[in-house]
Nanobody, 114 residues
Framework: QVHLVESGGGLVQPGGSLTLSCTAS????????MRWYRQAPGKQRELVAH???????SYTDSVKGRFTVSKDNTKNKFYLQMHNLEPEDTAVYLC????????WGQGTQVTVSS
């Protein structure tokens, strides 16, 4: 059974940084596409970034140049480094992987506020 656990969220001031982690278990994830989503109150879930061994990385326009997604296959962990955070980045951030089914973590709250 695939299990994903996010961590690293918190409260940060505008312009600050956070690094989110997603720890995956239950499979070998090195060949799977791993994705970070976010969901703000009253808004649709949004794909923020993804990373895959074949297609590399991709980011939604609003985070390009500020967020970096990476993966450590030896630890089955992947990361989202977030810099120059803006209030509009406030959301629950969730990691996702599709293997034989679509698996989600429980999410970690990121709040950007002064």
């Amino acid at each position: 059974q695939v299990h994903l656990v996010e961590s690293g969220g918190g409260l940060v001031q505008p312009g600050g940084s956070l690094t989110l982690s997603c720890t995956a278990s239950g499979d070998d994830f090195r060949d799977y596409l791993m994705r970070w989503y976010r969901q703000a109150p009253g808004k649709q879930r949004e794909l923020v970034a993804h990373i895959g061994s074949l297609i590399g990385t991709s980011y939604t326009d609003s985070v390009k140049g500020r967020f970096t997604v990476s993966k450590d296959n030896t630890k089955n962990k992947f990361y989202l480094q977030m810099h120059n955070l803006e209030p509009e980045d406030t959301a629950v951030y969730l990691c996702d992987v599709y293997t034989t089914a679509d698996y989600w973590g429980q999410g970690t709250q990121v709040t950007v506020s002064s």
